[in-house]
């Protein structure tokens, strides 16, 4: 079995899905256990993190955080929310850029949104884009988000799109967002295209391809793509003291000493210099939350 593990800030390209883009991660790496952080459309492109190894314990722990450009078109409205959909309406558009802006702006902070019918969210065992395709819909509770910035960065009036920049949380649907931002103007509105920028601390700038993997793995240098699960998350170490050592590595939990961080905060573990889990400290105690040793 391989023993790489870390993190790859891998650029998806169009036309992948992101378990498209896992498998090929899989395959070029020689058939590793991998998985990604958070699902791209497949007609979108950018960032996508993938946990390789042991790191794919790490993957709910790493900053959520989600950056986007995304372009929107005012006055169509279609049944994916973006322009691989069918039309559904098409309206006249009377959006000055300060109206936009402003309509735009009314959705930062925190808010329910109901995910998309065309997305990879399951209820009752089936992807919703599998219920959609076959003509059925879902009762989808809305979920709470937060847009935390967006940033008009062009709009043409005569042709009715634009450019905007969004920072947002884990699980927010920019096509969605394009929808309702449409909605609020009366006119309507969709997603064209979407780039993510950022997936928490990964940036699209340091990304790679698939090909550019290929290559680095085809000249033995995989290693310097990855990412270790130390340098993605920062916490504190803490060693574990030599009586308890038998017991940390049975996922057994231990006093905190006087290096102790504040209640709640997660810190790594080593015994012997080795990293063997992420361990939470609650009042006294370091209790353990993932282990990074054994399967």
Known sequence: MSSLSGVLNVYKEKGY??????????????????????????????????????????????????????????????????????????????????????????????SMQTPPMYSAIKIGGKKLYELARAGKTADRKPREIELSQIDILEYDPETHMAVMDVDCSKGTYIRSLCADIGRALGCGGCMGGLTRTRSGPFMVKDSITLDALREYTAAGRTGELLHSIEEVLKYKTVCAPAADEKRVLNGGSFC????????????????????????????????????????
């Open 256 to 295: 905190v000493g006087p290096e102790g961080v504040q209640d709640g905060d997660l810190v790594f573990v080593k015994v012997n210099g080795v990293t063997v889990g992420i361990f939470k400290q609650e009042e006294d105690w370091y209790k353990p939350c993932v282990m990074l040793i054994g399967g």
């Open 17 to 110: 899905t992101s378990s498209d883009a896992v498998s090929v991660v899989r395959k070029v790496l020689g058939h590793v256990k991998a998985g990604h952080t958070g699902t791209l459309d497949p007609q979108a492109e950018g960032v996508l993190p993938v946990c390789i190894g042991k790191a794919t314990k790490i993957a709910d722990y790493i900053d959520g955080g989600k950056s986007y450009r995304a372009e929107l078109i005012l006055g169509v409205t279609t049944d994916t929310d973006d322009m691989t959909g069918k039309i559904l309406t098409e309206s006249m558009v009377n959006v000055s850029g300060a109206a936009l802006e402003n309509a735009a702006l009314s959705f930062l902070g925190r």
